[in-house]
């Protein structure tokens, strides 16, 4: 199947830093990419959704202006977390789908960044 | 709120085949019923995905009733490896988002 890269798969923060996430799809173009969160001994529960060229669509509850995610190629989507708190502490994931002509294929997820805040 | 019910917790014996068992009585005529794993602390692994017809593909086979309200993923010849737990998930053709329930956590023992 495709290849999906999310770097880094392990991050410690101080409070207060922001953290960047990349999520990379790399040998297809993903017009569509999708943010997860999860926590322990918990499923994934959608974040947002972000298309190549517009504005992320986040769930609700998410905070847009700490979350924020650029999408800016079909090959690149990266969310980063503003001012981070130890509650932000968690497994990020991302997933990507594929455009061949009008059929959408499975979506395809990066390994995952845990992020500690301390 | 996610549209399927599976089991919490499966155990299997190495080498014997595993069935993983998922209710999705309220699915829709278009909608796909998708399986995947998570391997602890690593991203969803797609595994198989089908709409009417009986699939198969080298990690699986997934199973649809003819009513469409549930189904069973098969794997054939379980391994240690195959330990994770497994996500049984309806959506539109991959086009619109995945609700993800609780899976069911399948533990293979040698």
């Known amino acids: 199947g495709a290849v999906v890269s999310q770097h880094p798969s392990r991050v410690i923060c101080k409070s207060g830093t922001s953290v960047k996430i990349e999520c990379r799809s790399l040998?297809?173009?993903?017009?569509?990419m999708f943010w997860y969160r999860q926590f322990p001994k918990q499923s994934l529960m959608l974040m947002a959704t972000s298309n190549e060229g517009s504005k992320a669509t986040y769930e609700q509850g998410v905070e847009k202006d700490k979350f924020l995610i650029n999408h800016a190629s079909l090959t690149l989507s990266t969310l980063t977390v503003t001012s981070a708190h130890p509650e932000d502490s968690s497994f990020y994931i991302c997933s990507a789908r594929e455009t061949l002509g009008a059929r959408w294929t499975e979506a395809f997820f990066g390994q995952g960044t845990r992020l500690t805040v301390v | 709120d996610a549209k399927t019910t599976q089991p919490p917790s499966m155990d299997c014996a190495e080498g014997r085949a595993a069935n993983l068992p998922c209710n999705h009585s309220t699915i829709s005529g278009n909608e796909y019923v998708y399986w995947y794993r998570q391997i602890h602390s690593q991203g969803p692994q797609y595994i198989i995905h089908g709409l009417k017809n009986n699939e198969t593909n080298e990690m699986a086979s997934l199973i649809i009733t003819e009513d469409r309200k549930s189904s069973t993923l098969i794997l054939p010849h379980a391994t240690l490896r195959d330990t994770a737990v497994y996500y049984c998930i309806v959506s539109y053709d991959s086009n619109y988002q995945l609700i993800w329930g609780a899976g069911t956590k399948l533990i293979i023992k040698p």
């Open positions: 040998d297809f173009q993903a017009t569509t």
